[in-house]
């Protein structure tokens, strides 16, 4: 078992616990279904608004965005679209509580835990994970209705403004109630598959852990996940600079017989490889992004140029690269939420311990996961059998 310090210290473990090939794998899975389920809802959004997919296509490759053109989507495509988002969403909550699961048995002592048991783990608690932040927005949605009842009873002419009057108080209470809610809501989101991970809850455990976090240790739950966060972009730029670097050498060695031809075969595969920021987003936005692509030294991928037709074998090699480039890129990304969720493991072990003196390490194993014994019918005879099944003295 891992010996912790119990205080900010722990945090900083993540960006080495994290660096495992078998929770990046993890990662990168979810990420690769998620997007995947993403990228094609997004484009059914898009079919039946009535746009061209060619056009779709052209803007955004494989990581298209809602409504990038100069008219709104109807109704139904945007249903689409949170589709798109909520799987997405699901996805990544249900491998993050993988990642979670394993982490949280590393630091139990035992390196070798699989991670098929751990997706098993996932999708049996995946309830608990998925509507836990799910009730408290169904809890936002019930004061929302009735301050829609209020506003109603407001309505009525002469009395309604007395009685908005009166209760005018008790609106801004529930009003108040409900940005706590909301705050409560993304901790839930960020927090509760790593409490799932570590004890096993269900959903009202999950959440009454959520807001024990909340409301006893706020100071070093916003600390602590401040500094996750900054350790999970610290993780994925490091590895960044290396897949950039790795991509030089292998260009500069690569290139030595291949010359122009291999110039040509990877500027197509940037054409497939775009990754596109929304016209929407703040002059600055567009500018750090363009820099940390010149950074990791492959700028093209932003505004890469067009496609060359250069032969059937030149397109085949182009093709495999862009390929390659999505499944490097999702690598990285996998590595940063790697670093999230094994923080976040982090982060629950020590605000437990802070709040409740808990060491979340020794918990006993759920007894689902225990090996039950198999029954013997030859040793059930043999026991005592209790006295009310004993037969019935015939005298």
């Given at each position: ?10 945090v900083?473990r993540?960006?080495?616990?994290g ?6 794998w ?12 993403y990228?094609i ?7 039946v608004?009535?746009t061209?997919f ?15 053109f100069d008219y709104?989507?109807p109704?139904?495509?945007w ?6 988002m909520?799987w ?5 909550l ?6 979670s699961?394993?982490a949280y ?6 390196e070798?835990?699989?991670?098929r ?6 999708f ?8 836990s932040p799910?009730l ?5 949605a019930?004061i ?6 209020f506003?109603?009873?407001?309505a ?7 009685f ?6 008790l609106?801004f209470?529930a ?5 706590y809610l ?7 989101l ?5 409490v799932?991970?570590a004890t096993?809850?269900?959903?009202f ?11 006893e ?5 916003i600390?602590?996940?401040a500094?996750?966060l900054?350790?999970?972009k ?15 050498i ?6 030595v017989?291949?010359?122009e031809?291999?110039?040509?075969v990877?500027g197509?595969?940037?054409y497939?490889f ?5 016209y ?10 363009l820099?940390e ?16 037709n250069l032969?059937w ?7 495999l690269l862009g390929?390659l480039?999505?499944l490097?890129a999702i ?12 923080g ?10 802070k ?8 918990l006993?194993?759920?007894e689902?996961?225990?090996i039950e014994?198999?029954?013997n ?19």
């Open positions: 078992m891992t010996k912790l310090h119990w205080s900010y210290k722990d900083f993540a960006l080495r616990l660096f495992s090939a078998k929770k990046v993890m990662m990168s899975l979810g990420l690769l279904v998620g997007f995947a389920g990228t809802l997004t484009y059914i959004a898009y079919a608004a009535g061209d060619l056009a779709v296509w052209q803007t955004f490759r494989l990581l298209p965005l809602p409504a990038p709104l989507f109704w139904y495509s249903i689409i679209s949170a589709a798109a909520l997405f969403l699901c996805s990544l249900i491998t993050g509580t993988a990642v699961k394993v048995e590393q630091l139990r002592g035992d070798f835990y699989e991670s048991e751990a997706f098993r783990f996932a049996r608690n995946s309830p608990a994970v998925l509507s799910l408290i927005l169904a809890f936002v019930l929302v209705a009735f301050g829609l009842i506003s109603l009873l407001g009525i002419p002469a009395a309604g403004e007395i908005v009057g009166l209760l005018a108080v609106a209470l009003s108040l109630f409900i940005v909301l705050i409560v809501f993304c901790f839930a960020l927090l509760g598959p790593s799932i991970g096993h809850s269900d959903t455990d999950t959440l009454f852990e959520v807001f024990s976090c909340v409301n240790q706020p100071a070093r739950l600390w602590y996940t500094t996750t900054l350790l999970a610290m993780g994925s730029f490091l590895l960044g600079l290396a897949t950039s670097a790795a991509g030089r292998g260009y500069t060695v690569t290139g017989f291949m010359g031809k291999l110039t040509d990877i197509n595969a940037a497939y775009k990754l596109a920021v929304p929407w987003c703040p002059q600055l936005f567009h500018r750090a992004f820099a692509t010149n950074l990791y030294g492959f700028p093209q991928i932003y505004l890469p140029s067009e496609y060359v032969g074998s030149h397109d085949i090699a182009s093709l390929a480039f999505y490097i690598m990285v990304v996998g590595y940063g939420l790697s670093v999230w969720f094994t976040m493991t982090l982060n629950f072990a020590v605000l437990a311990y709040k409740d003196e808990k060491n979340v390490l020794e006993p194993e759920d689902e996961e225990l014994p198999v029954p019918p030859e040793l059930d005879d043999l026991k005592p059998k209790p006295a009310s099944e004993e037969p019935a003295n015939k005298d």
